[in-house]
């Protein structure tokens, strides 16, 4: 166990020093939730004014907003397409045969590498959670619990949306063109995770199906813990729904992998 860790963590150690040259992609990761967030501002400060409301599905003007800029940042740490379509790559050009005859797994490797690829994203976001909260006491995290349960949950979000993506991979098997998949994944569930508007604003039809899937695991769940939407005595019946769907979605991947690999030729490698 610890031989495997220190082999993954300098996989990680290796991503951080290349993402560290590369700095221009958190600066423009930085840019994308601020504009995003004031692109947001805008679009809904006048809708609330036309409607002439100041609560929209208990949601006010601030709320939202802060919703939203939790969300983006959220949903850009948990999107793994980058690392996705590397893999698929790995799989259609026989890149596969390296982790059949070496002692390294092809799914942890992979999220190492994409744990690594983040690290900065992971820093800078989290660095501006913390500024927030000194130039906006108590628009979220009142309780230092509260922080505990959002760092979980993302650490939840960010594991169970890698695990969706790696499915999806595996399709690669059967399938010469996946990365449309991966695309249409990464900007649908940009909607329906919560990433751009909370899913409340969604009809209860709508939501009861939402519900049954994993997705409202992946953003919405995690940032309304961030801002107090859900109460601490939900906390545990949600944490073990998405450790449930952790299981099953790594489940199937592995499943799913292992039928792939009887299939696949290596043709390329």
Partial sequence: MRVAFSKYFMVMRMTWIQALEYKANTIVGIFAVISGVLIEYILWDRIYETRGVEIINGFSLNQLIVYIFFGIMVGQLKSSWVTSFEMIECIRSGGLNKYLIRPVSFFSYHFSLFIGYNSLFYFSYFAMIILF???F???AFQTPI????FIIFLSMAVYLSYSIYFLMICCAFWFGEV???ILAFNLSNRIFTGSIIPLEFFQESILNIIFLTP???????PVNIALGNISSLEWPQLFINGLIWV???TFLGQILYKIGIRKY???GG
């Fill in 133 to 135: 909260q000194l130039i």
């Fill in 137 to 139: 006491p108590g628009w």
């Fill in 146 to 149: 509260q922080a505990v349960a």
């Fill in 179 to 181: 990365r449309t998949l």
């Fill in 215 to 221: 997705l409202p695991y992946l953003v919405n769940i």
């Fill in 247 to 249: 299981v099953v979605m």
């Fill in 265 to 267: 030729e290596g043709f």
